[in-house]
């Protein structure tokens, strides 16, 4: 069993819904990227990262990193660097440029983004995961932590990190396939 990102076009999106952090100051801002998590690969916005007050740093959220590290969202501001690629989807956070921003969640807030993953022994494709999707009224799903940053969604709640609730299959702003989210846990 491995984990899979969900299939999409670019890079991870995010729509902050119903949240707080932005508005109450439960950011981090000051804290760079990771030199060993993040040495091949960029930041997304909508990724579950743990941030390392101490060194100044942020990192993929781990089940071994979560019991001494917080855990926030990435919603870093959009950078358009080439007018042919100024969509949502097409921004990166690279190590060494621009520190990231993190929202630190709390119970009740709603966020929909398409920076997820999942199992592919519980979900054998992004078919699969479709079909789950539509059917949460009746059989939940849930997310958390996961060691490449995207949200793991889980048929059961995880027990370590935040646990968030699918609440919605919808869409991003470009239409594609989106997943809102309900913090029960953070």
């Known amino acids: 069993m491995a984990f899979k990102r969900m299939t999409i076009d670019g890079f991870g999106q995010l729509e902050l819904n119903q949240v707080a952090f932005p508005r109450d100051g439960r950011i981090e801002a000051q804290c760079a990227l990771d030199a060993t998590d993040f040495a091949d690969v960029p930041a997304e916005n909508g990724m579950l990262l743990a941030v390392d007050r101490v060194n100044r740093s942020v990192k993929f959220a781990t089940a071994a990193n979560v019991a001494t590290m917080p855990v926030a969202i990435n919603y870093t501001t959009e950078h358009m660097y080439d007018e042919r690629a100024n969509s949502l989807k097409d921004f990166k ?36 995961l479709e079909t789950a999707l539509d059917a949460i009224a009746t059989t939940p799903l849930y997310g958390g932590i996961s060691d490449e940053g995207a949200i793991a ?34």
């Not at 993190?102 to 983004?113: A, R």
């Not at 059961?156 to 029960?184: C, H, R, W, Y």
């Open 153 to 186: 969604i889980v048929k059961s709640a995880p027990n370590v990190g935040p646990v968030l609730k699918v609440v919605e299959k919808t869409t991003m702003p470009d239409g594609t396939l989106g997943i809102k989210f309900q913090v029960l846990n953070a």
């Open 93 to 128: 956070l690279e190590r060494g440029t621009f520190l990231p921003r993190l929202g630190f969640l709390s119970v009740g807030e709603l966020f929909t983004t398409n920076c997820v993953g999942y199992d592919d022994g519980a979900f054998a494709d992004d078919d699969a």
